[in-house]
């Protein structure tokens, strides 16, 4: 048996001063849909969408002959919707000595915070979307949803989309898997798509409108599928309060508040020497008119091609 004479590396590194990085978390994303939308602050955590009644005004267009001019107003909805911000939040625990003891050299409570509150800032990204009251998938008005053509995402089905949402459309909003699928469908086609940089990352266009992509658009109800093939959808949005558009919302001067409408309080130390850290994020997402919005259904992510 062969004896080792030479000190190994294990060992050394007990001694060694390695230099350390803070956690990294595969699960976390640019989160983009957050970055893209325009945020609303909300004074008392609801919005009253105010729309107008689907009555025509009357008008006149004259020339020379005299005509009465005819009376009207412009009517309201009786029972506009009314939007409610909802609370993501968890209670964070960090025992007092393991802050004590093993703060150096990264805090302890403070990275145990970064990655809590990107853990809840991905279930926000996750809520806007599917969220069953509010999410952008189940707002979708039925007049603005439409099918492939044949299944994989083509130029023509993105035509489609722009024609529901032609007025300022803003982004394309589709998972990874079809943004690819997409592009595919487009080199066969030999019209390779532009791209454009925002926020310092290149992202593809069609028709001079972004592609943003983002995995909280489930393929086959999962963010990170392990199938070739599967389904997902493809939205398309136009944002902003001026544009009639999607809007963010959010609670502006919560208590411990960090960033608009995420707050971190400390909810003190039990008997038990837990230290305990409430964080709470409360958001919702409106969409003001109905042709704000419009989305692809029943996109297939897994067909490839063989050229030439």
């Known amino acids: 048996m062969a004896t080792t004479h030479a000190l190994g590396d294990l060992a050394a590194s007990k001694l060694a001063n390695v230099t350390k990085t803070a956690p990294q978390w595969d699960v976390i994303t ?18 009253r969408v ?37 609370a993501i939040s968890t209670v964070l625990d960090v025992h007092t000595r393991v802050s ?8 302890q409570v403070k990275e ?6 990107e853990q809840v800032k991905e279930q926000q990204e996750n809520e806007l979307i599917n969220s069953e009251d509010y999410g952008l998938l189940k707002n979708v008005p039925a007049a603005q949803r439409i099918q492939t053509r044949k299944g994989s995402p083509t130029p023509d089905d993105l035509d489609e989309l722009l024609a529901k949402v032609w007025k300022e459309p803003s982004f394309f909003l589709a998972h990874p898997r079809a943004v690819a ?4 469908e487009c080199t066969r086609r030999g019209v390779p798509p532009p791209t454009v940089t925002l926020f310092g990352t290149p992202f593809l266009t069609w ?15 999962q963010r990170n599928p392990t199938e070739a093939g599967g389904k997902t959808n493809i939205l398309l949005l ?71």
């Open 112 to 117: 145990q915070l970064r990655l809590a509150i």
């Open 50 to 86: 105010n729309r107008v009644a689907d009555k025509p005004v009357n008008v006149v267009c004259a020339l020379k002959e005299e005509k009465t001019v005819p009376e009207t107003f412009v009517d309201y909805e009786e029972n506009p919707r009314e939007y409610t911000l909802s």
């Open 207 to 221: 028709r001079g409108v972004p592609i943003v992509p983002c995995d909280k658009l489930h393929v086959d109800g």
């Open 238 to 308: 136009r944002v902003g309060e001026k544009k009639q558009g999607v809007v963010g919302l959010y609670q502006p001067g919560l208590p411990g508040e960090q960033t608009p409408g995420l707050s971190v309080r400390f909810m003190g130390i039990n008997n038990k020497s837990l230290a305990s850290y409430l964080i709470a994020l409360y958001c919702s997402a409106a969409v003001l008119t109905d042709d704000a919005i419009a989305v692809l259904e029943n996109v297939e992510v897994g067909n490839y091609h063989d050229y030439k």
């Open 30 to 47: 640019p989160r983009w849909l957050v970055r893209f939308l325009d945020w609303k602050p909300l004074e008392a955590g609801i919005l």
């Open 181 to 184: 699928a997409f592009g595919r």
């Open 100 to 107: 004590d003891l093993f703060s150096n050299p990264f805090d």
